[in-house]
């Protein structure tokens, strides 16, 4: 009942179309039931009596009733789709919303095929609860009220009979529908489950070619549709069972209409034309009662959908911005971190008691083993994260009295492998910041030498560059990651890694884009190859989530400890000279 309620909330938004079809819903039930009283003025008065004189005007009527019938339904099913679209509408925007708003460790917990279930099919069928079902219910018990009310004024001895079906039929209904929310649950699952092996499937089709899996791959997947359409089978002989119950009832029931009001009628208890205006009374109740409790097993199986829905939208993000929190300005970009201390899972801790200060404009450098912490001091700084204790500080100021966006407003990142959006070059680029000028775009694609490549593009910044930026090479995509950083301008930039997987001539044309993307920012580089931060005004050395050194690279290879075993590993003798650096950092 709580999930129910909590879909009718939802008509706040729609109201105003929800009025006329509410006004329609009333109006339709009275022309409906016009008919059979036509019918009998009909057989009655005009053929019985032999009136020819009032064939004209009753057939006149009768056609007016069924042509304001068909306006009605055009009417009718017109303002339940545009309300259905504007229910669904809102509902995924919510969903698509809530999405922006969650934690980095949702999306690391949950599986994208699932969410996008509920785009596809939870929606859908709440949004048809709300439009349709509940509407056409209304206006089923009302044609149910009157239709009986009718009967009971020109025969109680038959409307006696007929008041059996409400009860034999909601017996029935009750038995057959209960069994559907779970059953119709299990189908939901079942189907996300699908959505996210197709999805999954899509995304890894290189490594499923690549170890020639495309064999084992596919009977997993006839597998899993194989269990799909089981399931989808057995809520299918559910509402199967329902309607032929009711079909069959529904001929008993005419069967004993006809036969006790024939006799009726041979008495001359009730007329010919009541007989059969009675028998169409019956026709659009049995329908009505049949549509009601239709309508509970259709609630049954949408709930289990608005079940998904709302157990979404009810997951609060980790991290979530303080009523009292504040837009830092006039930024300089001092970063501490004090005694900080950081899980993803309880129990499993994976930074422990870090504590550093990185002054404005300073160049930090993340080095360590895999696994050692270095991306979660990164997220810790954007703020993806929340530290378990201690305080990450930005001048100061702990992020957590800061507004996100204004922190983030602050923060340019350039990852390893840089996500590009499947539109423009220069949409791309202007994704750092909204409402940048066309010159501040240009200028940031020439700063990061993206200019060097778009000059040769028929469509220059124009070029469509493909799902995540597949045109593109992979140094074209970072130096298009970089343009989007400089055009952020931010204070604060974290380097994830950016020239790892880079041909040497890619690597020399981004040095000279992350040298004038670092130039006066407080940068963190996240590295493996020491060489990258050879010229880094401070290194952390981390060790399973401890800084286990600190200082210069010259400083770090004279303590002779984990950086120096590092720098052996990687260049043979550390008194040798050093390498020149991949990323200057000047």
């Not at 239709?147 to 038959?158: E, K, R, T």
Request: glycine share 8%.
């Amino acid at each position: 009942m709580r999930i129910f309620l909590r879909c009718l909330t939802n008509y706040r938004t729609v109201w105003r179309v929800c009025v006329p079809i509410v006004l329609v819903t009333l109006v339709s039930p009275a022309i409906v039931l016009a008919i059979p009283l036509v019918e009998r003025q009909l057989i009655d008065g005009v053929v019985l009596a032999q009136r020819l004189d009032l064939l004209l005007p009753v057939m006149a009527l009768y056609s007016a009733l069924w042509l304001a019938m068909t306006g009605v339904h055009i009417v009718n099913g017109t303002l339940r789709t545009y309300l259905g679209e504007r229910l669904g509408q809102r509902l995924r925007q919510d969903i698509f919303t809530h999405c922006d708003t969650l934690s980095l460790a949702f999306s690391h917990r949950e599986h994208g095929g699932r969410t996008m279930a509920l785009f596809a099919n939870d929606v859908p069928a709440v949004a048809g609860l709300l439009s349709g079902t509940l509407f056409s219910t209304l206006g089923s018990l009302i044609v149910l009220v009157l239709a009986a009310a009718l009967m009971f004024d020109m025969s109680w001895q038959l409307a006696l009979v007929v008041a059996l079906v409400p009860p034999l039929v909601g017996g029935l209904g009750a038995l057959v529908t209960r069994p559907l929310r779970p059953a119709a649950r299990r189908v939901q699952e079942k189907a996300a489950e699908l959505s996210e092996r197709i999805q999954e499937n899509l995304a890894g089709i290189r490594e499923i070619v690549a170890f020639g899996r495309e064999g084992s791959e596919g009977r997993r997947f006839w597998a899993a549709q194989g269990e799909l359409l089981r399931l989808r089978m057995r809520l299918a002989y559910m509402d199967t069972g329902l309607q032929t119950g009711q079909t069959v009832f529904s001929l008993a029931i005419t069967l004993v209409i006809l036969g006790y009001g024939g006799y009726l009628v041979t008495q001359g208890l009730v007329t010919l034309g009541t007989l059969f205006a009675i028998r169409s009374l019956f026709n659009y109740m049995f329908t009505s009662v049949s549509q009601v409790f239709g309508a509970v097993g259709t609630i049954q199986k949408t709930l289990a959908a608005a079940d998904r829905v709302y157990a979404f939208l009810d997951q609060r993000p980790a991290v979530q911005e303080y009523p009292e929190a504040r837009t830092p300005t006039s930024v300089r970009g001092e970063i501490a971190f004090e005694q900080v201390s950081f899980s993803y899972q309880p129990g499993r801790p994976v930074l422990h008691d870090v504590s550093f200060t990185a002054r404005p404009g300073e160049v930090v450098a993340l080095v360590g083993p895999s696994g050692a912490g270095k991306s979660t001091v990164a997220s810790l700084i954007a703020r993806f994260y929340d530290p378990g204790s201690g305080r990450v500080l930005l001048d100061g100021a702990d992020l957590r009295d800061l507004t996100l966006a204004g922190l983030r407003s602050q923060i340019g990142m350039v990852f390893q492998d840089s996500f590009l959006f499947a539109t423009t070059i220069r949409e791309n680029i202007a994704f750092g910041r909204e409402g940048a000028a066309e010159s501040e775009i240009i200028r940031a694609a020439r700063a990061a030498n993206v200019w060097e490549f778009v000059e040769d593009l028929p469509e220059g910044l124009d070029t469509v560059v493909g799902q995540r930026g597949v045109q593109l090479s992979e140094g074209q995509r970072q130096r298009v990651a970089i343009a989007r950083a400089l055009l952020r301008d931010p204070r604060v930039l974290i380097l994830d890694e950016p020239t790892s997987a880079l041909d040497a001539r890619s690597e020399h044309l981004l040095q000279t884009a992350l040298n004038a993307l670092i130039a006066g920012r407080t940068t963190f580089v996240i590295a493996h190859r020491l060489a990258t931060v050879a010229r880094a005004d401070q290194i952390l050395v981390f060790d399973r989530g401890r800084i286990v050194e600190q200082g210069t690279q010259a400083q770090l290879l004279e303590r002779r400890g984990l950086y120096h075993e590092l720098y052996e590993l990687q260049f043979g003798h550390a008194d040798e000279a050093a390498p020149r650096p991949a990323l200057a950092l000047a």
